[in-house]
T-cell receptor, first 112, second 111 residues
């Protein structure tokens, strides 16, 4: 158990809908990272937050947004969902920006 | 279920010396294996992947890894370390299209 909690584990929705994925980092970790893993593109870095502020941005679509709350949990919002958004979304956390990374078990999103 | 074990949580080398990051895997069938690198404040970057073609896989930045079925290993190597190689490295196995991560190895490069 990495200490990083992601909910829900599975999510099935329809095209055009909006969903929210939640991540609770390990106790004491200030950084949260979001990744998307899909069959055709492998693992893609989406975005990083550090203590509530956006720290780094990767290949995140404009339809996607994220935030980190004062209690340090983070949410990834995916809107106007398309079939191609079906993927496994990982969250990871670390104490800061360069310390050891711990991964959650992921949220499997299926867009039908 | 497939899994990977990274044998060292921390590795320290001097600049210009070889790098060896060890990974053993557990799989009931021929696995797909990856090495990823995480630099501070950046996302994971794919170094290389093995998908049952050549057993010696060459990746980016001079890294390579050799798949040894008899030893169930997939160690990452580089002939000469550079300061910019300091990062955390993850050995990853694909388990029915889900990535399973090793615990990570932090590589420190001394000048």
């Amino acid at each position: 158990d990495s200490g990083v909690t992601q909910t829900p584990k599975h999510l099935i929705t329809a095209t055009g809908q909006r969903v929210t994925l939640r991540c609770s980092p390990r106790s004491g970790d200030l950084s949260v990272y979001w990744y998307q893993q899909s069959l055709d593109q492998g693992l893609q870095f989406l975005i990083q937050y550090y203590n509530g502020e956006e720290r780094a941005k990767g290949n995140i679509l404009e339809r996607f947004s994220a935030q980190q709350f004062p209690d340090l949990h983070s949410e990834l919002n995916l809107s106007s969902l398309e079939l191609g958004d079906s993927a496994l979304y990982f969250c990871a956390s670390s104490v800061g920006g360069g310390e050891k990374l711990f991964f959650g078990s992921g949220t499997q999103l299926s867009v039908l | 279920a497939q899994s990977v074990t990274q044998l060292d949580s921390h590795v320290s080398v001097s600049e210009g010396t070889p790098v060896l990051l060890r990974c053993n895997y557990s799989s009931s069938y021929s696995p797909s294996l990856f090495w990823y690198v995480q630099h501070p404040n950046k996302g994971l970057q794919l170094l290389l992947k093995y998908t049952s073609a050549a057993t010696l896989v060459k990746g980016i930045n001079g890294f390579e890894a050799e798949f040894k079925k008899s030893e169930t290993s997939f160690h990452l190597t580089k002939p000469s370390a550079h300061m910019s190689d300091a990062a955390e490295y993850f050995c990853v196995v694909s388990d029915f299209n889900k990535l399973v991560f090793g615990a990570g190895t932090i590589l420190r490069v001394k000048s």
